[in-house]
């Protein structure tokens, strides 16, 4: 599954529905047993959630775009198919997200591409299941860490601290997934699928939970005018940075 | 406690029984204040569970037999002996699990032994409280991936894991084993137990409060023909090798 | 903020009140955002909680003395600030946990400076919330086993196993611990703090919910005649040690 959404392959509204129905589709067909996420932009995987959907719209906008986002990331990180990343770009906040749901991350050792949870950077906050995707991922400490500074780390450090698996060239990183790939579905698919929800039941379950909780959470503290006022501002700045 | 049932102390019904009697012993006898677990047959520590108690028996067999290895894992987790695992060969499955259970683990550095919850492979899948004491010895990403692919690590990799805590020659392992054993015994019981068991009660607890639940668990899933016939195959596998 | 409370700034009730006072004030002084706890005492950071505390008093001395040791806990682990740890000394117990609570951790290279959470050793057995701080900072294995030996691990082991974050010649322990400060104050604080409670509040919360029945294990624990002989042996050897 290729992203191309140019720019950045932000996560709009618009994107993540589809993504979703995508997703749908490939989980219902028997003969599709994995698949790979890349980006068709150079440069970038996926800068993450669309700022604009979280920006200056109504309350009931914004209860539908997180809907939306957590939709997606059950579906990513629920998901009976072997998923593998191959981070072909920069992936921030949303986009190191789907990065985290996958079974297996590659990157492209790029010194120029950064991942990472950088919420806090923006003024904003990951929510819990964010975290707990994360802490599955690179342990407590280094979770804790990473997301009160807002990291973006390079593809080596992201490999040092158990943030990708496997780092390549660019080149080879088809190659690479595919290998990957192969090497997973070699497994018996109902062994496989068994133990991957066992892994991750309690942390899915945990949003299941408290959906609607969570999205009242972020509509009340994404509306607050001191979290506009910050995504405004850096708003702006990208929009410096272009020019 | 030297492990001596050839060919491969593969854990058989009689071999747990009198396997949990043996520890029962241990634990009453208050001059016993530690235990070595090693193997007394060459190149193997304990091949895990006996497969052939798992395949073409009774329902009551297959709960008998599953009684019995959650009793073993209870035991050896439980341990209020200090507890060392002297890995003297391969280690698959559920001979790995008697490694997880105990306090230090040391492995021969023999690149042709292996160690591993390898389930996976044969189309099972490992209960809840294996992978648990999987997850608390090297963390829940390692756990994810490895469980997922059945992994064998060789010594050296379960090394870099935190799978097996420390590697020797073969020569060295009676000696090492015996020179931690001495350091862990240095510390007061009282406050070592009371600390181990600080560590390890919220995952003995939880198999504890659904035990029966996952006898049937097991019983239903290992009672499946197509179950059945993934382990006739495994056993055919095995046999051919043999010849 | 400055321990010199000599010789080796342990902590008395005194202490911890006085201690607790000046944190509530930092706490509640809009300009302070972040604090630096270093030792004015050459060679050690604080050798943890008072020993003469803890042995010959009353039942209601105990209690006392344990609420205020959990109060400084909850301040400390649940601030708002930005906390620095500037490890220029020996920090074994009570001493480990004050820096185990900071929200960065650096210590100086001294080959006889040592850190951890040594209870054990003493034959008695750090609380539940000593054990959670140390499992989200380490990770459970090695809390498990450093716990079980009451480990003190020097600087370089300590920076190994992710127990401090940096090591820094002595001369430079200021300078980074402010640039660290600096980089933490970069963050917007609402949603650093935010962050900070998301991966903290699990454990918090268990003390808050547990904080009577804590008093009481420990007074029941401490008052024990057994315990109370450890201790009195322990203090023996450390007048001895001094002359």
Chains 1, 2, 3 share one sequence.
């Not at 059950?74 to 072997?82: A, P, T």
Request: glycine residues 6%.
């Amino acid at each position: 599954m290729k992203f191309k959404s140019p720019p950045v392959n932000s996560l709009s509204l618009d994107f993540i529905t589809e993504f979703c129905i995508g997703l749908e589709k490939l989980e219902n067909n028997r003969e599709c047993r994995g698949v790979i996420f890349t980006s068709a932009v150079p440069n970038i995987f996926s800068s993450g959630l669309d700022i604009t959907e979280m920006c200056g719209k109504s309350m009931e906008h914004y209860a539908e775009f997180w809907r939306a986002v957590q939709e997606m990331w059950l579906r990513l990180y629920g998901s009976n198919m072997v998923t593998v990343a191959a981070v072909n770009g920069s992936s921030p906040a949303g986009g190191c997200l789907i990065a985290l749901t996958c079974d297996y991350r590659i990157m492209v050792e790029n010194p120029k591409f950064v991942i990472g949870l950088n919420e806090a950077q923006l003024g904003i906050v990951a929510p819990f299941w964010f975290k707990d995707t994360f802490v599955n991922t690179v342990g407590h400490r280094v979770a804790e860490r990473s997301l009160q500074l807002g990291s973006l780390h390079s593809a080596s450090e992201a490999h040092r601290l158990g943030l990708v698996d496997e780092l390549v060239p660019e080149v080879k990183l088809q190659e690479k997934a595919a290998a990957v790939m192969a090497q997973w579905l070699a497994l018996p698919d109902h062994a496989r699928q068994l133990t991957k929800s066992m892994m991750r039941k309690a942390v899915l379950d945990r949003l299941v939970a408290h959906r609607e909780e969570d999205v009242q959470n972020f509509v009340n503290f994404i509306s607050k005018e001191s979290i506009q006022k910050s995504l405004r501002m850096y708003m702006e700045m990208l929009k410096k940075k272009k020019r």
